[in-house]
């Protein structure tokens, strides 16, 4: 059996970041596992400027930005095996894979980072109905076939749903000659960048239709009109608003779901809110020695985060690799997400284990504006920061000092909220 | 060229009778109007073997059912048929109503059905705990089945093709009659065939056809059940197959298991006038989702859905198969009305079309015909060694196209290339699931289309998702005159 | 006298701009929460640029198209003229992320760069 200390499922933006701060903390024995056939994930599809703003203050296109990351890996010389497929991760850190070439393997892993991003949701979980005609296509599935492939998906154009991908794609499909005629939001506001909606959608005069979804497909062969209809706060289609669009295509970006099918049948604990894994602040699973970094764990708006986030993943996948597969004692303080924090990354924290600064991900459940994020260790607020506006599209953040939290006497939870003062 | 026979219709019940009548020395064609088989009634239904307690006592249906669902163990292994006695439970949740199992348990018996047992309230939900609280008893029949409906289609028009029955795609039969020449002249979009025996397998567009040589004129009425496919995740929620006690309109909507580890919802039944309006409603998904949950608790369709769709049963007005030689119209072979248990019947009614040609023909049988055939392999049933194995010999099975259900490039060059091979996206879903699961071919759509692309030389503007003017992609991005 | 509305860019608040022109000079401009939001407003509404990127044919590449983008922001009017031009290019591989593939787009002086590496089939 292959072994290697450090095995990485995924060489996208999360696990090229966590490889190359991995072997740059002294592990030497590292092995990508990539489907694709080439590294770079996502990334290499997404064409469209505005990456790296944070990471490389410009901004770069998604395969610049995702080159500078491979460009690392190559330098450094870590191994890795592309159109690989994993196909199983066991509770033991067996990964089993498979390629052309090397058949069906199982590797041994001293440390396994899940590094695997996240997929779509497609029309089938919406249950929108109508008929089932070609011409349905999630935003990224279009976004391949005409950045990568080259083939116009339609002609014209409707989207549900007004998540990034689906902006950028109203502007892309525009460029190539496409008429978008309408984007439909079920919510009363985009999950969408400000700039994205600006630049996307109102540059090429495209009306963005908040509080509407789709109540109708027609065409049995290929798409031939979609009709909207504005919704109610119960988010259930308005009578009489329906508005019925002549087009060929329907595009729909509709959410991401992190890819957790190898997590869960590995055992690995799963946070119902973000569909990603339980983690503490290494961010490690409930399997000892199996971290989680990027789209995996919780969708991201930006990849400078997700590449910030992976880089600590391979630094403790490495430190773990380094100390023997032992973890340090301590008690686990809990971390609570609540009135309008919808969850938090981490979940937990071992203050031996932290670093001196711990940056704490979070997401709201709704648009707030000049509210207080507000952090509470027990029951005495320690953090009160005021914010002009949150929103479900953008992902926030608090500093916890170590420090803090160590003289913290009895400290059991610590909690993330949202307070209007 | 003339044909002995020809079969309209590439569904079960034409495939069926395909595979039957391809045991005797006669020329066989099936006439179909799509670009592949089994995409009609055939590939929106239920996906069950129903046990046969249903059907009245006496009628062809009940006869059919029985004997299909017997036919069922045998059939599936020759033919590498995904299949499974899973048991089916109708479940009684009100006190009142529990005569109407005694009823159904008598009927069954009559029509022949075995092992039928009803179940006190505890019995049940210790077979199945995730039954509503009220559940007061249940007809338990443990031959009651649940099979791949696009194999079975699939697997009886390949074997059918092996052993010399030709098969015409794309070709709709517009008019037909039989000439004084005796024989019967077909006009399709792809030009006129002759035949001495027509089989009229068109589903719910049988009527169209019996009518046109009939005077004796039926009606059959596209019966609508809308259907919810829920993720792997809820695939054991229940392990048997759940009806609620009949009414008139059918056997209600059902909640069970598939072969391959989903959870099927439905169907609804709604009659509509379009033969081809399968496009499903927020009435008729509501509907299901609100009866199925009063028999089975805890059902989150619609957070677990993965997909909907529609179905067209071929609900002739009496409720009853015709199968038979037309009076009026000689050579002319009924296949109408297929409507559930259609699916479980299939085999039989094979056997029935086949035996009625045979009786006035007396057609030689084929020495050579070979019944078996061997299906798409499954990799993921394999051992370690056994998958290395299969991938030194091909490495195309070591490259996985399909991430969601795990379907190997090497599957899907099978789909392409065996009998009647794929030639579109859901021609390679149906044989290999690549496409069905979570993510609904997202992912793997412009792969599968690059192989169709490469192994068929179909121009990827050109390949569709199921024939017709179902294309994918429309043209090259910045397409140029002069550019090739 | 002219009025123009505007949503900031600057930051998820997005806030509702009105900008007031005179004679092609900025006036006034409400509605922001932030000086950010006054400097994006005057360059919108005087001179807004954008960058285009797209994709163009390669030939003899081991991709069909090769990824790209005009090295630095254009006039938001010259983005269809522009694409007019990255439509028609016709290049061929091996391409370098930083390769130029249209020099002086449209005569916006800003050349088109490749933005990922295609090698030679």
Redesign the interface.
């Known amino acids: 059996m292959l072994s290697y200390d450090i095995v990485i499922i995924g060489g996208g933006p999360a696990g090229l970041a966590a490889a190359a701060a991995a072997k740059k903390a002294g592990t030497d024995s590292i092995l990508i596992l990539e489907r694709d056939h080439e590294l770079g994930g996502i990334l290499n599809q997404c064409i469209h400027n505005g990456f790296g703003l944070h990471t490389f203050k410009e901004e770069l296109t998604g395969p610049e930005y995702a080159y500078r990351f491979e460009k690392e890996v190559y330098d450094l010389g870590i191994e890795y095996k592309l159109n690989t497929m994993v196909m199983d991760i066991s509770a033991d850190r067996i990964v089993t894979a498979m390629n052309r070439t090397d058949g069906m393997i199982q590797i041994k892993a001293g440390a396994v980072v899940l590094a695997m991003g996240c997929r779509e949701r497609p029309r089938g979980a919406l249950n929108t109905p109508g008929y089932r005609p070609a011409g349905i296509f999630s935003a990224g599935t279009a976004q391949r076939l005409v950045n990568i492939e080259g083939y116009l998906p339609g002609r014209e154009v409707v989207i549900l749903g007004s998540g990034d991908i689906g902006l950028i794609m109203a502007r892309r499909m525009t460029l190539e000659g496409a008429k978008v005629k309408v984007v439909a939001e079920v919510m009363p506001y985009s999950g969408g960048l400000k700039r994205n909606i600006v630049q996307c959608l109102d540059d090429y005069g495209i009306p963005l239709k908040l509080s509407h979804t789709v109540i109708d497909i027609e065409g049995k062969e290929r798409v031939t009109a979609v009709t909207i209809a504005e919704v109610g706060p119960d988010r259930k289609p308005i009578p009489g608003t329906e508005e019925r669009y002549t087009c060929d295509t329907l595009l729909l970006s509709v959410g991401l779901i992190p890819e957790n099918e190898l997590s869960r049948s590995a055992g690995v604990e799963m946070n119902p809110i973000t569909n990603g894994p339980v983690v503490n602040e290494s961010l490690e699973t409930s399997i000892p020695g199996v971290f989680a970094c990027g789209n995996v764990l919780h969708v991201h708006d930006l990849v400078d985060y997700v590449s910030e986030e992976a880089k600590r993943a391979g630094e403790n996948a490495a430190k773990y690799v380094q100390a023997g597969g032992k973890g340090s004692e301590g008690n686990e303080i809990k971390l609570i997400a609540t009135d309008g924090a919808r969850y938090t990354v981490p979940s937990t924290i071992n203050v031996n284990r932290m670093d001196d600064l711990l940056t704490v991900r979070f997401r709201v459940g709704a648009v707030y504006q000049d509210s207080y994020v507000s952090v509470y260790f027990n029951d005495e607020r320690v953090m009160h920061n005021k914010k002009r506006v949150l929103a479900p599209g953008e992902m926030e953040n608090v500093i916890l000092q170590k420090a803090k939290l160590k003289d913290f006497k009895d400290l059991k939870t610590i909690t993330v909220k949202i307070e209007k003062d | 060229m003339t044909y002995d026979v020809i079969i309209i219709g590439a569904g079960v019940s034409g495939a069926a009778s395909a595979r039957e009548l391809s045991k005797y020395k006669l020329n066989v064609c099936v006439l179909e109007k799509a670009e592949d088989v089994c995409a009609g009634t055939s590939k929106a239904n239920s996906a069950i073997i129903h046990a046969g307690f249903d059907a009245p006592e006496g009628s062809l249906m009940a006869k059919l059912n029985v004997r299909g669902n017997e036919m069922m163990d045998e059939l599936s292994k020759d033919l590498d048929i995904p299949f499974k006695r899973n048991g089916s439970l109708v479940v009684c949740i009100h006190k009142e109503e529990l005569d109407g199992l005694k009823d159904l348990y008598n009927r069954g018996v009559a029509n022949g059905v075995k092992g039928l047992k009803i179940l006190s309230r505890e019995e049940v939900l210790e077979l199945e705990p995730n039954l509503s609280d009220n559940v007061e008893g249940a007809l338990y029949a443990p031959t009651g089945g649940i099979v791949c409906p696009f194999i079975l289609n699939i697997a009886m028009a390949e074997n059918a093709n092996v052993n010399g029955v030709d098969f015409r795609f794309n070709t709709e039969v517009e008019t037909l009659k039989r000439k004084d020449d005796g024989l019967w002249h077909i006009r399709t979009n792809n030009g006129e065939y002759t035949a001495r025996y027509v089989v009229n397998a068109a589903g719910v567009h049988a009527d169209i056809f019996h009518n046109m040589v009939s005077a004796e004129k039926i009606h059959i009425t596209p019966r609508r059940g809308d259907y919810c496919l829920l993720d792997k995740e809820m695939g054991s929620h229940v392990t048997h197959t759940i009806f609620p006690q009949p009414t008139k309109l059918g056997k209600g909507v059902l909640v069970s298991p598939t072969v391959h580890g989903n959870l099927i919802v439905g169907p609804t039944a709604i009659d509509i006038t379009d033969k081809e309006a399968t496009a499903t409603t927020q009435e008729g998904i509501d509907d299901l989702i609100s009866k199925a949950s009063l028999h089975v608790k805890d059902l989150p369709v619609a957070r677990k859905v993965i997909t909907s769709f529609a179905g067209l049963r071929a609900h002739e007005d009496h409720h009853e198969f015709i199968i038979k030689e037309l009076p009026d119209a000689p050579h002319f072979i009924d296949c109408a009305g297929i409507e559930s248990p259609g699916l479980t019947s299939s085999p039989a009614i094979g056997e029935m079309v086949a035996g009625i040609i045979a009786d006035i023909e007396k057609p030689e049988k084929k020495e050579n015909w070979n019944g078996k055939r061997k299906g798409i392999v499954d990799p993921k049933v394999m051992t370690l060694e056994e998958r290395n194995e299969l991938i030194k010999k091909d490495p195309a099975y070591g490259n996985i196209i399909c991430r969601c259900e795990s379907i190997s490039e090497g599957e899907i060059l099978d789909a392409i290339h065996r009998p009647l091979g794929a030639r579109s996206l859901d021609g390679v879903k149906r044989r290999t699931r690549a496409g069905m699961g979570r993510c609904q071919a997202g992912f793997c759509s412009p792969r599968v289309m690059e192989i169709i692309n490469r192994e068929l030389g179909i121009p990827m503007e050109k390949i569709t998702k199921s024939g017709g003017s179902s294309n994918i992609v429309l043209e090259r991005t910045k397409a140029m005159k002069g550019d090739e | 006298m002219e009025t123009r509305e ?4 600057g ?4 806030c509702l701009l009105t900008v007031e022109i005179d004679k092609g000079e900025v006036t006034s401009v409400t509605g922001n ?1 932030c000086p950010n939001g006054e400097r994006y407003a005057k360059k919108e509404v005087t001179n807004p640029t ?8 390669i030939r003899n590449g081991d ?3 090769l ?1 790209v ?1 005009t090295k630095s922001d254009i006039p ?1 009017s010259k ?1 269809f003229d522009v ?1 007019k031009e ?3 290019a016709r290049i061929d591989a091996p391409k370098k ?1 930083g390769d130029i593939v249209i020099e002086n787009v449209a005569g916006t002086g800003v050349p088109v760069i490749a ?3 295609v090698e030679i089939k």
């Not at chain 3, 930051?11 to 997005?14: L, Q």
Request: some cysteine.
């Open positions: 505007l949503t900031c860019i930051c998820p608040m997005g929460t954008r960058i285009v990127t797209s994709t163009v044919v991709k069909p198209r990824s983008k938001k983005i694409m990255i439509d028609a992320i933005t990922r590496n």
